[in-house]
């Protein structure tokens, strides 16, 4: 199982939006002891959209999915879901009871009667509409749920609007209700050097021993050309279980130190 992110929206790709999902999701995982494994943007394709959905509903993994929701004719999510499922489009009645609540609490608060036959407010109830078998997802921001699917072994999927201020709330919650045993269960860390003036692949034999001889700690290069402040390096690391990083830092530098490397601690 891997924590997934899907982004989706044709304002994101065409840079009219700049995503801000990414970063705060990572900030989210990482503060439980989790970790991001993958992320996927999508545009407002809805061939591509399902197809997106139905490769990552045949896998076991949580799947954070953030736009398209709405009940606008630029919005597919929820109609990608039910094709990706095979299964049709429902209205959820708690959805139901959490839309027209909202309706009711705009026209209290606008001073005008409420009337949940005119036309824009039954529209509004197709945003309770998910796939069959779907549960919600409150949103404390304006109480428009978003929805679940569980399918697998323990996957599930989470979807939300685009709007971050409805989103992460709904993401935190999916969290803390749904995976709170899993938090800070395999603790991790990284150590690294600057490296200067070397070349990957001259390093990477090295790499790849320290790998094989302290497993599961892996070994990171971010190679940098520098700049006006900063010689060409690179960060070279090992991240992974505490007890393993140690060693496997310390054997790192001993042999950057062996083979006459000059390097700094990050």
Request: glycine share 0%.
């Given at each position: 199982m891997a924590f997934g992110l899907i982004i989706i929206g044709d304002e994101i790709l065409s840079g009219?939006?700049?995503?801000?999902h990414f970063p705060k999701v990572v900030e989210l995982l990482t503060a439980r002891g989790l970790s991001l494994g993958w992320a996927e943007y999508v545009g407002d394709d809805r061939a591509r959209i399902t197809a997106t959905l139905k490769r990552s509903f045949?896998?076991?993994?949580?799947?954070?999915?953030c736009g398209g929701i709405g009940a606008t004719p630029d919005d597919h999510t929820r109609q990608c879901a039910a094709a990706a499922l095979d299964v049709p489009l429902v209205?959820?009645?708690?959805?139901?009871?959490?839309i027209q609540e909202r309706m009711l609490d705009m026209a209290r608060e606008a001073g005008v009667p409420f009337d949940l036959n005119k036309p824009e407010n039954l529209h509004r109830l197709k945003m309770g509409e998910f796939p069959q078998g779907?549960?919600?997802?409150?949103?404390?921001?304006?109480k428009i749920p978003g929805f679940s699917i569980r399918h697998g072994k323990g996957g599930a999927h989470y979807f939300m609007p685009g709007f971050p201020v409805m989103a992460w709330p709904m993401i935190e919650w999916s969290l803390d209700t749904h995976y709170a045993h899993l938090f800070h269960q395999q603790p991790s860390t990284e150590q690294s050097v600057l490296v200067f003036?070397?070349?990957?692949?001259?390093l990477t034999p090295m790499m790849e021993q320290i790998e094989?001889?302290?497993?599961?700690v892996k070994v990171f290069s971010l190679p940098s050309v520098g700049d006006a402040n900063t010689r060409r390096h690179i960060e070279l690391g090992v991240k992974g279980p505490p007890e393993s990083v140690a060693p496997a830092f310390e054997r790192l530098k001993a042999e950057l130190t062996k083979r006459g490397e000059e390097f700094t601690p990050t």
């Open positions: 009219k939006r700049a995503d801000k045949s896998s076991d993994d949580v799947v954070f999915s209205l959820h009645p708690e959805a139901k009871q959490k779907a549960d919600i997802i409150p949103n404390p921001y304006n003036e070397a070349m990957e692949s001259a094989h001889d302290y497993a599961p």
